[in-house]
């Protein structure tokens, strides 16, 4: 394998895959390193909004998602204390990361990227045209280094590309809760496709939805400790779907879960010398509706342009620019669901929240409404 790339794209999710389409489209040497092998599934509510969709149709792949089947979503329902709420979901579209992930790396490699899979990857020195990158193949194979003039890190939550100590690590909040997930292969059509199910408890939630595969994808956000107290995740779901008033799927307590790190986190820097940061690697907070796939997709449909121009000179100016994009793109937009979740939090406040939404719908309608919004960046593309 060559050496020298024009870029290093670290980790194949949602955000690094399309950044290495984009790349690749645009003539640039491209490599993409992942540590795991695909496809692979993760914890994910696997829902993609209208946001979403327009980041993939300003990067040439209009009709990825269709073509693999995908779930039209039209339906958001909400359980609290055994009351429901239904509002309606403006063009959203449910899709296993499965097949997703596959299908963007897929379009990658078709435009001309390179892939390694089973890779880690590690940030090492600067040179003066480009980053020198340590990868670790699988198998106890010998270690490499390669350079790329711009490296794209795209690893995820808690990665291991960068440093602990660097700023532009990222940190968890004291108060982030965990994430977990798991698939039910349950027939019983208790949970209809086209909906989004969310159901809110005082120490978490749930939220449901039907795959293109008919199987029943479940993501969730517990507050550390009721996880320790309930005797587990498992029972931390059927605690959360009764109290929402939600029925309990057949295979629930002898399905397989998975946790992620601590959900909540933020990167002290998006760049640094001839890297950037996209994804949830620049930090995360709990989704409601598919917007941690918007966060994700909008980066890496931005980032190519600031590749490009760092084939050349590299500049403290483009590392302000990246991070003024990411602000405007990703960061403004989840504050938003930082602050539905505080609210969420207070069970007098939720409470309250949900009576005013099951009077006036319009309110609420308009929170998911702004939550779904194509950014005008995202729009003009």
Not at 105 to 123: D, I, K, M
């Amino acid at each position: 394998m060559q050496n020298n790339w024009d870029v290093i794209v670290i980790g194949a999710g949602v955000a690094g895959g399309l950044a290495a389409f984009d790349c690749a489209h645009r003539g640039l040497r491209v490599l993409v390193v992942e540590k795991r092998s695909f496809p692979r599934w993760k914890v994910c509510g696997c829902c993609f909004n209208a946001n979403s969709l327009a980041s993939l149709s300003a990067t040439g792949l209009p009709n990825l998602m269709r073509d693999q089947g995908a779930v039209p979503l039209d339906q958001l329902r909400l359980g609290w204390s055994g009351k429901s709420l239904n509002l309606e979901l403006p063009g959203g579209l449910a899709l296993s990361r499965e097949r997703f992930d596959q299908a963007l790396v897929n379009a990658a490699e078709c435009a001309g990227a390179t892939l390694r899979f089973r890779t880690g990857a590690e940030l090492e020195e600067t040179t003066p045209e480009g980053r020198m990158v340590r990868l670790r193949p699988p198998g106890g194979a010998p270690v490499e280094r390669i350079k790329g003039r711009v490296v794209l890190v795209a690893a995820g939550l808690e990665h291991q590309v960068i440093s602990p100590s660097h700023v532009a690590s990222s940190k968890s909040m004291p108060e982030s809760r965990l994430g977990a997930g798991c698939l039910i292969d349950d027939d019983d059509g208790t949970y209809e496709s086209g909906a989004i199910h969310m159901a809110i408890g005082e120490r978490g939630y749930v939220g449901l939805v039907r795959r293109e595969d008919g199987v029943l994808n479940m993501a969730a956000a517990f507050d550390r400790a009721v996880v320790k107290s309930s005797g587990g995740v498992a029972r931390a779901a059927q605690i959360v779907l009764s109290q929402a008033g939600f029925p309990l799927p057949r295979t629930l307590e002898s399905s397989r879960w998975q946790l992620t790190p601590a959900l909540t986190r933020r990167a002290g820097a998006f760049a640094g010398h001839r890297f950037l940061l996209l994804g949830d690697s620049t930090g995360y907070v709990e989704p409601f509706t598919g917007e941690g796939m918007a966060w994700a997709l909008a980066a890496g449909a931005s980032v190519a342009p600031f590749v490009e121009e760092a084939q050349g000179e590299w500049t403290f100016d483009l590392e302000r620019r990246w991070r003024k994009r990411l602000v405007d793109l990703t960061i403004s937009r989840q504050r938003v669901c930082s602050v539905l979740s505080t609210v969420l939090r207070q069970p007098l406040a939720a409470s309250a929240l949900f009576n005013l939404g099951s009077q006036w719908p319009a309110v609420p309608q308009r929170v998911i409404s702004s939550l779904n919004r194509v950014h005008p960046l995202m729009a003009r593309s």
